[in-house]
Structure formats: structure tokens, C-alpha cells
């Protein structure tokens, strides 16, 4: 490519920024340099279309990236421990990071038949408690989280400026008894879990200064993102049904753990719907992936659709 019709190109590169609400042109941290994270997916199960909408979505972007000759690091994590895994590994009697294993490379298979490009980097929890551990450590140093009886490690909302701001949420409308429930030891029942304790029976955990355990979800992403990329990179992606509370509290800790954290732009597709319902297999509301291509795509309900990002 010319480098001239490369400078235009990149200049009108303009990328819905969910932040700020806001269409905004792309302009790197690092001249020439674009540093991407997406969230990926929790591996206790074959992936479904859903998972497909995201992979593809921003394999695009990664791709047009590339085209305009910017130096990407693309980096998807895998969660590989997790509440369902554990749940799923006692269920089939089988070790839980193997359980995860199996279906983190089944993803692989599934991108690769989707023909999306692989990431630079595909970070698993399991890699990184260190990098966790350090990080929580470290909000607890800023006071901005505390520590139970139990073991348990919770993130103080109150103490945490601007929470809530980036997803437009009402705390009050978000406290126990709608996601979780209620906790008496959390100074306040919005607070949430940075560490967890290890219960009597569970199959694994890590060793930790508050006891044996393993991570919240929201803190694996932080740690990971900023070990790979640092408290400052351009681009973090996701599904909008990561907005809250998932990139709230990812973007709660990451400050709290460095007030220079900053992200430019956070960008969110849209979701995969069956009779207006999210894909999910939580909700047994799905399709796999690897379902398509011995079927075909005209074999999908009638009720199937994408929705927008916004």
C-alpha cells in the first residue's frame, strides 16, 4: 500500500468508542502501533454462535488493522478456572484444567474453521495467578479492598471514584439479591470479589496471602491486559453484555490498582439472539459453532438475529 492512501485510510479510521457514546478516529498510543485486548470466552463447553458473532467481529478489525500496516498485538484471553468449569469438571469426574484444556483448543478448532486469524497471544488464568495476585495485592495496598473472614478479598465500590460511570448504572438497582446474594461481611453489597476462598471439597486452588483460593472473574482480565499490554493500550473489546458488570469493575480495578491506567477505546459488539433472548449457554439458549458446517447455516431458526452494538 501506497504510504499516502495508508495515511488516509488510517485517518479515517473512526471506531464507536463506548465510553464516550461517541464515533471517534483511532489515533495509538504508540505512533504505528495498535495494542488490542478481547475478552474470550470461559471454556467449560463447546463455543455457540455467540461466541462465533464476537471472534468474528473483531477479526475483522484485526484484520483491517493489518491491512492498514499498523504493528498489532492482539491478545483474547481464555478463562480456564472458573465457577461453571469447576461445577462441569465434578459433574464429568474429571480434572478441572484439563476439562478447560479441551475446550480452549476445541475454540481454536472452531476459529480456525471460521477461518479467523489466531490472536498474538492467548493468555489463560491459570498462567497468570501471580500476576493476579500482585495486582489485588496492590489495590488492598491503596485501600480500595479489603479482606474477609473466610479468605475471602472484596473490591470496595465506595472507595473507588466515578464507579459505575462508564456503564450508565444505578448501584442502588445492582446490589444483592439480584446477581448474588447477600454477603454480610461486604462493607457494601455492590462490592466485589477480587479472590475466593477455597471451599471445603473443590478440586483446586492456589496458594495466596489471604488463604487458598482463586480469582474473581473481573480480576483475571486486568492482570492479564496489563502484564501483556500495560495499564495504557488502545483498544479493549468484548460482547455489549460485558459492559456491566464485567468492564465496570475491569476498568474500577485497573485504576485502582494504577491511577495512570487508561484505555482509548472500549468497543462492544452486538449479541447472537434466539426469539429476542441472548445466546447463551447458561440459559440453554444456543447453537454451537461446530454444529454449522455439517448442516449448513439454512438449517438455523427462523427466530435467529444478530443485534446491534448500541
Keep these: 500500500m501506497e504510504k499516502k492512501n495508508k495515511c488516509e485510510l488510517r485517518e479515517k479510521l473512526r471506531l464507536y468508542n463506548s465510553m464516550t457514546k461517541q464515533k471517534e478516529v ?49 491478545v483474547r484471553n481464555f478463562t480456564d478456572i472458573d465457577d461453571k468449569i469447576i461445577d462441569r469438571a465434578n459433574a464429568m469426574r474429571v480434572d478441572p484444567l484439563s476439562l478447560s484444556d479441551r475446550f480452549c483448543r476445541a475454540y481454536n478448532e472452531d476459529m480456525a474453521d471460521l477461518q479467523c486469524l489466531p490472536p498474538n497471544l492467548q493468555p489463560r488464568v491459570s498462567d497468570h495467578m501471580e500476576q493476579i495476585k500482585a495486582m489485588i ?54 462490592d466485589f470479589a477480587l479472590w475466593k476462598a477455597a471451599k471445603p471439597g473443590e478440586p483446586i486452588s492456589w496458594e495466596s496471602p489471604w488463604g487458598p483460593g482463586r480469582p474473581g472473574w473481573h480480576i483475571e482480565c486486568s492482570a492479564m491486559s496489563a502484564h501483556h499490554l500495560s495499564h495504557k493500550f488502545d483498544i479493549h473489546g468484548g460482547g455489549i453484555d460485558l459492559i456491566f458488570p464485567h468492564h465496570e469493575n475491569e476498568i474500577a480495578q485497573s485504576r485502582a490498582a494504577c491511577a495512570e491506567a487508561r484505555i482509548s477505546c472500549w468497543m462492544h459488539n452486538g449479541l447472537f439472539t434466539i426469539n429476542n433472548q441472548k445466546m447463551s449457554k447458561s440459559d440453554r439458549n444456543f447453537i454451537q459453532i ?3 458446517p455439517s448442516v449448513g447455516c439454512e438449517t438455523l431458526p427462523d427466530k435467529c438475529a444478530l443485534s446491534i452494538s448500541s
Design 137 to 190: 495485592q496492590q489495590i488492598i495496598d491503596n485501600d480500595i479492598a479489603y479482606k474477609v473472614d473466610g479468605g475471602d478479598v472484596f473490591f470496595s465500590v465506595d472507595r473507588s471514584p466515578n464507579y459505575g460511570q462508564f456503564s450508565r448504572q444505578d448501584l442502588d438497582n445492582h446490589r444483592a439479591g439480584e446477581r448474588v446474594a447477600e454477603d454480610p461481611r461486604k462493607l457494601n453489597q455492590a
Design 290 to 292: 461446530r454444529y454449522i
Design 26 to 74: 483511532l489515533k495509538p498510543l504508540v505512533e504505528g502501533k495498535i495494542r488490542l485486548y478481547v475478552c474470550g470466552v470461559t471454556a467449560y463447553d463447546f463455543s455457540h454462535l455467540g461466541h462465533a458473532r464476537a471472534s468474528v467481529a473483531f477479526d475483522v478489525l484485526y484484520r483491517y488493522l493489518l491491512h492498514l500496516e499498523y504493528d498489532v498485538t492482539y
